[in-house]
């Protein structure tokens, strides 16, 4: 496919803005971006999409997401309300896990990936938990990733709530999909990492056995010191702070996401550092949670490679640098926090980096040849000029997640003028509100 009379962002370092050329992708790959007449010369049995003036880009990344929450959304939650983190965990997510089944497990996936084309974000990490319904629960949100054209990451949140049997079944479905889905060829759009759900959940066998277990070319993608009852557990059980624990155990390195990282302290950070491993920033989760904000743009300047997740929020991702730009600066008092440009090497140059490593080192977030074809096309009129070096605060002001009116991933289009290609959305939402009265009922009988 060639796109024609587009404003190309490529993402690339440094960032440069094509004005007047053409990009054509053939498979899954862009080929080339130039010349409009030439290239419409050199590919003459390629279909020609007229971008009409709107901007071309990579499509959005998710670090770190949870598909499975979905049916949350205007869940009645038994008073009183819950007053901490670990309340929130135990009066909202951990009864919701585990009201759901397999037809839950797939229409969450499905509503979330619909929410993601139409947002633009055309990869997502997800991290998934459904207690009573583990073994194959994987394949299900794989299925969803194919049906729906998205490209993912998936893993199952090893947990010791629900007794040993239940975390062993939470091992061996990431193990079997590590080996489904990490030897699969190159264009499969779902791979595989191990999951866990967070230190406080886990015990020292557990801990022991997943290690013994996971292969040495894995990572594991795990909540760490998302409240600060996680470091007082992990002392508690092992005298350690979580991300010592956890490295204890050999689980940190550059294949590992840490997700949340709120309360680090300067020792555990420099670990993190020092072994590459990823930490994922979801700001509007930290707000929502009330478990405070880390002092990311520090830790950024520091060397630790930070990336930017939605953790269950919408996939509207643009909403998520929002409101980062502005949480830190209100949590730190001072208007110098946070930059936009921060935000764009979390969210953009990091993220791609992670996603290129999970998909065999193809690039994926960038527009140059021999990258995946994962675009979006942004109808953006800017009200001032737009630059190279404003673009991330034009962003950050003036685009909206609604102004993506195509997404397109792995060279297939999967929304074409604002129209989904793969699903019928409202087909989707009628089946999913029959579910989520079901999965709501068997919430509520757990109080
Ligand atoms: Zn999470």
């Excluded at 990490?182 to 779902?190: A, K, P, Q, R, Y």
């Excluded at 092992?238 to 302290?265: A, C, P, Q, T, Y």
């Excluded at 269950?312 to 998520?320: H, L, P, R, T, V």
Aim: glycine content about 6%; some cysteine; hydrophobic content about 40%.
């Amino acid at each position: 496919m060639i796109i024609t009379n587009a404003n190309i962002i490529t993402w690339e370092r440094p960032n440069r803005i094509i004005y007047g050329q053409a990009l054509v992708f053939t498979g899954s790959v862009i080929k080339e971006i130039g010349p409009q007449s030439t290239i419409i010369a050199d590919y003459p049995n390629e279909e020609v999409l007229d971008a009409n003036g709107q901007w071309l880009m990579p499509g959005l990344i998710c670090a770190h997401t949870h598909f499975y929450g979905t049916f949350s959304r205007g869940l009645y939650i038994p008073a009183p309300a819950p007053a901490d983190f670990p309340e929130i965990l135990k009066k909202l997510w951990w009864p919701l896990d585990q009201s759901l089944l397999a037809e839950d497990v797939k229409y969450s996936s499905l509503l979330c990936m619909i929410d993601a084309i139409k947002h633009g974000t055309t990869t997502l990490f997800d991290h998934h938990a459904s207690p009573n319904f583990i073994s194959g629960s994987l394949d299900v949100i794989e299925d969803a990733f194919l049906e729906t054209g998205i490209r993912g990451v998936v893993c199952y949140e090893v947990t010791d709530r629900g007794g040993k049997e239940k975390a062993e079944e939470g091992i061996q479905e990431n193990l079997r999909m590590i080996k489904k889905l990490n030897h699969s060829d190159s264009e499969h759009l779902v791979k595989a990492t191990f999951g866990m759900h967070a230190s406080l959940t886990l015990s020292e066998e557990t801990l022991e056995r997943s290690r013994e277990l996971l292969p040495s070319a894995s990572g594991i993608h795990i909540h760490a010191a998302e409240h600060w009852v996680d470091e007082y557990d992990s002392i508690n059980k092992s005298g350690m702070r979580v991300i010592e624990r956890l490295n204890k155990h050999h689980f940190l390195g550059d294949k590992s996401i840490f997700v949340h990282g709120v309360h680090l302290d300067h020792s555990e950070i420099a670990q993190l550092i020092q072994t590459k491993t990823w930490l994922s920033h979801q700001p509007r989760s930290n707000l929502n949670n009330a478990v405070g904000l880390g002092d990311i743009d520090s830790q950024i300047r520091a060397g630790l490679r930070v990336c930017l997740g939605n953790d269950g929020f919408s996939n509207a991702m643009w909403d998520e640098w929002r409101t980062c730009y502005l949480a830190h600066k209100g949590w730190n008092r001072d208007p110098r926090r946070m930059g936009a440009n921060t935000i764009v090497d979390m969210a953009v140059y990091n993220n791609s980096d992670l996603a290129t490593q999970f998909f065999d080192g193809t690039r994926i977030g960038r527009i140059e040849p021999g990258a995946k074809a994962d675009l979006v096309l942004v109808d953006f009129d800017p009200i001032t000029e737009l630059s190279v070096d404003n673009l991330p605060w034009q962003i950050i002001f003036g685009f909206r997640d609604s102004m993506v009116t195509t997404t397109i991933v792995n060279g297939k289009v999967l929304m074409k003028d604002r129209k989904l290609t793969t699903l019928d959305e409202k087909e989707v939402n009628i089946k999913a509100r029959a579910l989520s009265k079901n999965v709501w009922q068997r919430y509520a009988k757990q109080f």
